[in-house]
Structure formats: structure tokens, C-alpha cells
């Protein structure tokens, strides 16, 4: 009865790990940047609040994600665990914003994004922590 988190990985399981956990971190890293260009292009192009300043709304949406560029640029796991929990709100937000009446493309655009971005950026967590374990068994 050996459950998969116990059992010894080979190093060529490893490697594969590894190299699909790599794979991980660019798509993320990608999505991240996708992410906050289209919110840009929405908040300060596309449709600009009417009532606010655009520019502190587009900092109050950025700025948190702005913040953890570095750490997914590094490829520190605990930043990835971290985004995943932010992003969250953004994924409401593009829910919300697909039922408008204006732009609900962006709305499903966002929400997709977010979506693609917690996958990627948990299947690195998951990939890299077996690929990591491995190697200190292995």
C-alpha cells in the first residue's frame, strides 16, 4: 500500500518533472504579463471609469501584481501559492465584469486569464516540489 507521495521517483521521472515544471513557470510568468497588459489596455484605453481617475484605478488593479513579479521571475514557489490566492479576487472581477452589458469580452478575458494563471502557476508548485523531492532522495 504505497500511496504516490511515498514511493521513490528515478531520475529520469525527475528530470521530467523538472522540465515540466519549468514549462510551468514560463506559461505563468507569461499569463502574469498577459494579464496585467490587458488590464491596462482596459483601464487606461478601452474604457477608462468615467467617475475616477484612471490612473489610480490602474494602480490599485497593478500594483498587487506588479509586486510579485519578482518572485515569479525568480521561480520561488511560495510567491506562485501566494498569486494563486490574489489572483482570486481578479477572477471575481472578470466574472462580474462578463455579465456587463459593455465590453463583457474583457470580462471573459480576464477570468480566463486568472484561470490559466492558477493552473499553471499550482502545477508549478506541485511539479517542482516532487522534482525537488526527488532529487534529495534520489
Known sequence: MNSSATEKID??????LAQKANIM???TRL?????ITSIS??????????????????????VPLALFLPGIFKGNPRVHIWLCF???????????H???PLYPWMGISQSLFTAALF???????????????AGNEG
Open 11 to 16: 531520475s529520469n521521472t525527475a528530470r521530467q
Open 25 to 27: 513557470r514560463q506559461i
Open 31 to 35: 499569463l502574469l504579463l498577459a494579464l
Open 41 to 62: 489596455l482596459w483601464t487606461l484605453l478601452l474604457a477608462p471609469p468615467p467617475t475616477a481617475n484612471p490612473i489610480t484605478i490602474w494602480l490599485i488593479q497593478v
Open 86 to 96: 490574489v489572483i482570486t479576487v481578479y477572477f471575481c472581477s472578470g466574472v462580474i
Open 98 to 100: 462578463s455579465m456587463s
Open 119 to 133: 493552473s499553471t502557476a499550482m502545477m508549478y508548485v506541485r511539479w517542482n516540489g516532487l522534482a525537488r523531492k
